[in-house]
């Protein structure tokens, strides 16, 4: 309790600076409540992008930063949050600090405070990794509506990693919209056909969208890359078994 405490009590420094609000959980997976403001939506956070910093004032926020990473060196992750938030304090927009800051948080399973800073620097960078990194801090909190907006804007700018494809699919299979999560899954599947992991999901994805047939030739597929892969036998034995039911039925 006592390390929580100290983080959150160090966030207070940048608290004047960054006038955001952060939304209480309480909701199950696959129903988000309709009427939950999603974070992406809420106004941007108050900084100045044109703020012109002196010399002494950057060079602060480098020695800070660096000192920052010695700390993250030797395991002291308390110690390297307040410094950051020192940075933040002398330039809200810096880019590096910011970034550092809100992975630490990500590291520490505070997501609301690291989709605050992801979203910040999603905006000032218009940068993919910003919004994946949004996208996860926001699956994280169940917010999955607000992760699949983030997710959505990745891949927008940047889809040549298959990965934000199978994120974006897990989002979709949350949300219950499986048809999207498929199509999906499938654009990962086009780009990396090799990729067990994403066949697997394509499995899973089929069977809950009932389309057997479907599932049984992605998991054809991995017998094929993988011939003694067992999970893909016993899942296929599994998928028959329903395939037969429903013909009997």
């Given at each position: 309790m006592l390390t929580y405490l100290l983080?959150?009590?160090s966030v207070s420094v940048f608290i004047g600076v960054f006038a955001h609000r952060v939304y209480a959980l309480n909701i199950k997976k696959n129903t988000p409540p309709p009427e939950k403001k999603s974070l992406i939506d809420e106004e941007p956070l108050d900084i100045d992008e044109n703020k012109k910093l002196s010399k002494q004032e950057k060079s602060e926020i480098s020695i800070l930063c660096e000192k920052a990473d010695i700390k993250l060196k030797v395991g002291e992750e308390e110690e390297a949050i307040k410094l950051l938030v020192q940075a933040m304090a002398i330039d809200p927009a810096n880019i590096e600090a910011q970034q550092k800051l809100a992975m630490l948080y990500m590291q520490k399973q505070m997501y609301?405070?690291?989709?605050a800073l992801f979203k910040q620097l999603g905006e000032l960078t218009n940068d993919a990794v910003h919004y994946s990194n949004l996208g996860l801090a926001?699956?994280?909190q169940q917010e999955f509506e607000a992760a699949k907006e983030a997710y959505q804007r990745a891949v927008v700018l940047d889809?040549?990693?298959?990965?934000?494809f199978i994120s974006l699919a897990q989002v979709y299979r949350s949300l219950n919209q499986l048809s999207n999560a498929i199509v999906a899954a499938n654009k990962a599947n086009e780009m990396d056909s090799q990729n067990i992991d994403f066949l697997f999901l394509i499995a899973d994805l089929q069977m809950d969208a009932e389309n057997h047939e479907e599932s049984m030739n992605a998991l054809?597929?991995?017998?094929?890359?993988?011939?003694?892969?067992?999970?893909?036998?016993?899942?296929l034995r599994k998928v028959k078994k329903a395939i037969a039911a429903k013909e009997k039925a």
């Open positions: 983080l959150f009590l609301a405070a690291a989709a926001l699956y994280q889809s040549s990693r298959p990965q934000r054809k597929k991995i017998l094929e890359i993988e011939p003694e892969n067992a999970e893909a036998k016993n899942y």
